[in-house]
């Protein structure tokens, strides 16, 4: 007999996986769930063989193989409440009404069994309670697991009975083995035939609705009209399609049947036997007795509140659906219509038009597949479908769709034949002795879909040229750089150089225009299959999905940059000449996101190195950008902390070598390396960080000027700037502010910029000179010569100061045309009354030359090499004629970059 318990079992196990396979979604969950359970008990049958022999049971307390009985205990109640998901799944009600009732039940059970078995295998056992308790472990764990899936059984009895009748089954065997531990040690036949009757019923319940099927069983039949929503379970079976009990109300009764019964087994062992423990079960039925008696209590006004509910539903619902703003119809479960609200008008219908016709008629063919699925949730028409047949895996599918709860969009045709977009609402109908219908509420919201549409356009594409926009390009690249043996795939930068030079010489409208035609441009030369986006700013895209080779990539980069330059752009009666600064990358395996990057990158290298060109990306652009940000964020810091250090360089009178002023430059050591002001200083400029550099180092000149003023040293000083640092909106206030904080006169500080700045911006830093100028500063051109600025535009500038570029000087003595043009600025610098100052003097017949020249001032490491302010200091006590008269020094390790123009 326990050969066949074990094969029984092991049956079972087989039968609930193969059974799982005729159903889907959580019905087949669930029977997988039951066949684990059968694989705990199975090994605890093997278990306790080990270790007690042939399936005998001591009379000693737990031990190794109750473990694995206890587990299948658990996993069984988790695969029957898997198994009633569907059927709850809309319960929202309140959980305690059913475990009142399953309390109830399970304690009337104990009574039942203790009065029947317990009591006397207790009397005579002679052991303690709490031992005695330890060893009903079993049936206490099944009847509180009876108990607690009780509310789940009346909701979804088809589908759990079976394994329910299981478990009461195997609390029966669990109870029958409580006796055997106190008797003889072994289990009789009674047991281990339930033990088989629990793997029978285990095993056979995923074929029961396949069986019944086949037989015809009344209880598993379909009623006709009979909705098997949440309160359609077991009420069904106990009540019938009028009956207006709820499944709830079935629990309530098996729960109220299970106390009737104790009671009259109390009642029955009163009369033969009262042992003095009959206290204790008198009491515990006793309050059984009162939960049942409140829960009845409680069932009565539910009923009552239906009742009078859909006594009010019928009598307004026809009103409320004249007066509601969507429109309102009633159908049978097979979708026929039966009534619609007047509302139908706005679809151009007449109401009865519609009566008696079937709702497909009007739904788009291919939105019906969903909302037969979402009305299918509400009235439970699944479970009329065969598992495995065509029809339940379209309903499957269907039910896939994001149509859920009873509420679903689909199109629906109107009486113009067109189609509206519609949002509907399913729920059941239900009057007391009438069959369930389905009330739909219809709402238009075509208006809505055309507005998201319109959103969803706008979402993906610009709106100034048309093109798709970044957020479709990084959703297109993820398919389309996709790496491929058959196809190359790329991506393509581009950027308009200079673009914000026209929008502040025609401003932003002309520059959208121009925009909008290199747009049109670029899209006339790409492939139609290929992408061509609008990336941001002046900056597009193009995607390249198919191109046969990489070289074809890059002639198509050709051709974009050469569109954009081959003829000038026509904006507000102008004719602007562009350029642009293209950027490739190749598809190589790496995420779409990388590709984007380092396409953009190149495209940055292009436009460093002068734009107007093509680079492909190397992997070593990337590292430079890498280093750069690094030394950037290195450089927010240093700034912030005031790491950095100034030195100066003096500048004299060459005819008495009197110091007159110093020119300020910057310095950084970045840990214990000094990092090139050339290198630091370039990304400064690019980051935007030299607004704050210069700010920081305009103060501090000021302050040190001040010192010297202070001092009694008549020293002016200088500070160059970068042309973003006097773009900045407050730069003239900045300077006044220093001025003013500092004490210096204003005329004792030189603001310098570089002859280039001038030549490529005059028009738009004219009116910055001018305030500049104003505030009493003196304003140099340094590097003067190099930035083909004719001598005569000098006379508009507010300047007060020529400086000659060192490329000028290092020629004296050596080259006649440099001599010839270097005593032409000299002498026309005089001619203006500005002052001139040769910079880089490095040799002794370079400064002869000037002399005789008559240039007034000179700077160079012949001169005096840069240095921090008290060797200033000490120049200016002792002069420089003793530096002058040297043949020349060697080179300061730093160079003697500025801020805003590094290095040569």
Known sequence: MSVLAMLATAG???????????????????????????????????????LTGPLSSQATSLSLADVAPLLGLATAATGIMVLAEEKKRNDTGSVLPGLADGYVMAVALLVIAWVVAFGSEFHHSNERPATFLLDLLHPLADLAVLGALLPV????????VVPYIGLMAL????????????????QGILEQLAVIAVAILFGVAPWVETIAARLDLTPWRPVPGQSRSVDGGFASLLGGRRSPVT????????ASMCVVIAAFVVIINGLASAPASGLALVIAGGAAVLVVAIRILMLVRENGVAMRMWREASNSLRDLADRTGDMVLICDLDGTIGYVSPLVTGFSYQAD??????????VHAEDVAAARAAIAQVVGLADDVAPGTAAAQQDAEAAEQPAGGGRFSCRVRAADGTWRHVECAALLYRLPGEPARLLLSVRDVSDQVALRQQVAHLTFHDGLTGLPNRAYVEERAREALEQSGERVAGVIFLDLDGFTAVNDLVGHGAGDLVLAQAARRLRAVVPAQDTVARWGGDEFAVLMENAATAKDIGELAERLAGIIAGEPFRVAERDLGMTASVGVALADGSTPG???RNADVAMARAKDTGGGRVEVYEAHMHADVVRRLDMASDLQRAIAREELQLQYQPIVELATSRVTGAEALIRWRRGDEAVSPRAFLAVAEDSGLIVALGEWVLRKVCQQGAAWRD???????????????LNAPHFPAQVAAALAESGLPPSALTIELSERMLVEDAGLIADRLAELHDLGVKLAIDDFGTGYASLAHLRQLPADIIKIDPSFISGLGQDPVLAMLTKTIVQVGRDLGMQVVAEGIEQPRQLAELREMGCGYGQGFLVARPMAAPGVEALIRTGVGEQVSRTGSAPDVNGTAKPGVPAA
């Open 12 to 50: 079972a196990v087989v039968g609930l996986l193969l059974g799982a396979r005729l159903h889907s979604g959580a019905v087949a969950r669930g029977y997988r769930w039951l066949a684990g359970a059968a694989a705990f008990w199975l090994a605890g049958l093997i278990v306790s063989q080990m």
């Open 153 to 160: 059984l009346t909701a979804a009895w088809r589908r759990v």
């Open 171 to 186: 609390a029966f065997a669990d109870s029958l083995a409580v006796g055997a531990r106190f008797s003889n040690g072994h």
């Open 247 to 254: 499944s709830a109300g079935a629990a309530t009764i098996i």
């Open 353 to 362: 038009e519609l009566i008696g016709r079937p709702l497909s008629d009007f």
């Open 594 to 596: 990388v590709v984007l």
């Open 711 to 725: 001092a009694s040293w008549d020293v002016g000083v200088s500070v160059n700037i970068a042309l973003r640092q």
